[in-house]
Each structure stands twice: as C-alpha cells, then as structure tokens.
C-alpha cells in the first residue's frame, strides 16, 4: 500500500525555477532514503539528488549548486528545488524511496512528472 505522489511539474524558461514535491504515505517515512530521479527521451534514467534518512544530501553534477532536495519527516514529503533551469533538465522525474537490508531492498516509486525547460 505505500504510496508516492509528485506534483509541480510544468513547462518553464531556462533559467527559470520550479519546485517539485512528493506526498509519501503507507510506509515509514523517517528510515527511507529519499531520491529523485529523471529520464530524459532516449536516455537511461539518472539519479539526480538523494537525501538520507540522517539528513545527508548527493547530487548529480549536472545539477550541483541549482538543486536543493529536501524532506519533512513530519509531514512525509519530500522537496527539489530547481533554480537556474536548463534545457538539458527537460525530463520526467521520479519520486524514489529506498531502504536497504542485508537480505533486500525495498524501493517506491511515484507515477512521474514532466519537467520541460523551452523558450
């Protein structure tokens, strides 16, 4: 029953900004990795930015110092602010939730929203 749903996608200028979120709900949001993810047309899907259950953060180097990715443990959701927006940042992006154990992971993933950057 675990659930993720994104939202905040749209078209937008380059160098404009946009700010995705994830509503997380059926399992626990505290002890979850979170990520977010892009797949760009004839692209293999890339991880873009990821923030520990601890707090700590990773980004892609496409993406340093323009995206911020956060989370709210209280109200289960997860942020990426993207500021500075580029053409090449046009893809669907993916909400992912990821916990490790030594026998298997278990990863969530949302539906998916486009993110397009054009004049």
């Known amino acids: 029953q675990a659930h993720l749903v994104e939202s905040g996608g749209g078209l937008v200028q380059p160098g404009g900004s946009l700010r995705l979120s994830c509503a997380a709900s059926?399992?626990?949001?505290?002890?979850?990795?979170m990520g977010w993810y892009r797949q760009a047309p004839g692209k293999q899907r890339e991880l873009v930015a990821v923030?520990?259950?601890?707090?700590?953060?990773n980004y892609a180097d496409s993406v340093k110092g323009r995206f911020t990715i956060s989370r709210d443990n209280g109200k289960k959701m997860v942020y990426l602010q993207m500021n500075s927006l580029k053409p090449e940042d046009t893809a669907v992006y993916y909400c992912?939730?990821?916990?490790?154990?030594?026998?298997?992971?278990?990863?969530?993933w949302g539906q998916g929203t486009q993110v397009s950057v054009s004049s």
């Open positions: 992912n939730a990821h916990r490790q154990s030594p026998m298997r992971s278990y990863d969530y």
């Open positions: 923030i520990t259950s601890g707090g700590s953060t």
């Open positions: 059926g399992f626990t949001f505290s002890i979850y990795a």
